[in-house]
């Protein structure tokens, strides 16, 4: 069983940055693909970021792209969102997710489906 939990979301103007943490517990983090994604109130979890269990590949959703930096410390069993630019839209709350790295990372990541573990989500929210 693995334990995500998730940090460093916050109250951020228009043009700012943030940068999310998700620490590990519980398993062994390097057998895991982990995944971000944000769900805006009334809509469904939205695909942000994923990265696989060495680090050597990485996805990002269209609208994140160019923006946001998803990277990894398997040493230090955390997986890091840095966000950059952030836009009214990027406000939500934000959830880690790990993914047996055996599942062979479908859709590179964008499978909501294939991640076995969630957090409990940290609040983005940016505003002037």
């Known amino acids: 069983q693995v334990q995500l939990v998730e940090s460093g979301g916050g109250l951020v103007q228009p043009g700012g940055s943030l940068r999310l943490s998700c620490a590990a517990s519980?398993?062994?983090?390097?057998?895991?693909?982990m995944g971000w994604f944000r769900q805006a109130p009334g809509k469904e979890r939205e695909f942000v970021a994923a990265?696989?269990?060495?680090?050597?590949?990485?996805s990002y959703a269209d609208s994140v792209k160019g923006r946001f930096i998803i990277s990894r410390d398997n040493a230090k069993n955390t997986v890091n969102l840095q966000m950059n630019s952030l836009k009214p839209e990027d406000t939500a709350p934000y959830y880690c997710?790990?993914?047996?790295?055996?599942?062979?990372?479908?859709?590179?990541?964008?499978?909501?489906?294939?991640?076995?573990?969630w957090g409990q989500g940290t609040q983005v929210t940016v505003s002037s």
């Open positions: 997710g790990a993914a047996d790295k055996y599942n062979g990372f479908p859709q590179m990541g964008r499978d909501y489906g294939a991640y076995a573990y």
């Open positions: 519980g398993g062994t983090f390097s057998r895991y693909d």
């Open positions: 990265i696989t269990w060495s680090g050597g590949t990485t």
